[in-house]
């Protein structure tokens, strides 16, 4: 149940990061607007990192592949274009792209065991329910 709200918390502070991060990028411009929003973050990552853990940061160093590490450069295209997507799409119809596009992505990892994660089998009702979710974005761009 953790995980469920979790999930949901993810998703609303995703949401409501992009709204912010499209505004602050209308005061100055998106790269500098990505520069201070992945600063902050790392501000608010090591604040939380020296309250609670204090794991050594080298350990990250250990991780095998090395591409592994490239979350935080891939972290900075998806804060660009979470900002440009709602920037020229509006909030609504960008997040429900966003969201369509992550499990998509996200079922093909795990169809083919990508990066690690454990192979999953073809399931119809997985793409049937993706089938429904792209078409609830025609639903509702749908004039």
């Known amino acids: 149940m953790i995980g469920f709200i979790i999930a949901l918390l993810s998703g609303a502070l995703m949401s409501v990061q992009g709204v912010f991060n499209t505004q602050v990028t209308k005061a100055s411009s998106i790269w500098a607007a990505n520069c ?8 608010v990552c090591l604040a939380a990192w020296a309250m ?8 990250v160093w250990q991780v095998q ?4 590490l490239l979350g935080g450069a891939i972290g900075a295209f ?9 920037d ?5 119809r960008a997040v429900m ?14 169809l083919f065991g990508m990066f ?7 399931e119809w009702r997985k793409a049937v ?11 509702f761009k749908w004039k």
Do not use: C, H
């Open 78 to 86: 998806i804060t660009y274009t979470v900002i440009k997507g709602m």
């Open 65 to 68: 592949p090395k591409y592994m």
């Open 88 to 92: 020229l799409l509006g909030p609504a």
């Open 52 to 59: 609670t853990d204090r794991s050594p940061l080298g350990g």
């Open 97 to 110: 792209l966003i969201v369509v596009a992550q499990l998509l992505v996200a079922y093909l990892i795990e």
């Open 36 to 43: 201070f929003v992945q600063f902050t973050a790392l501000l």
């Open 129 to 139: 329910g993706m089938a429904v979710a792209i078409a609830g974005i025609v639903i």
């Open 116 to 122: 690690g994660v454990e192979k999953a089998g073809w």
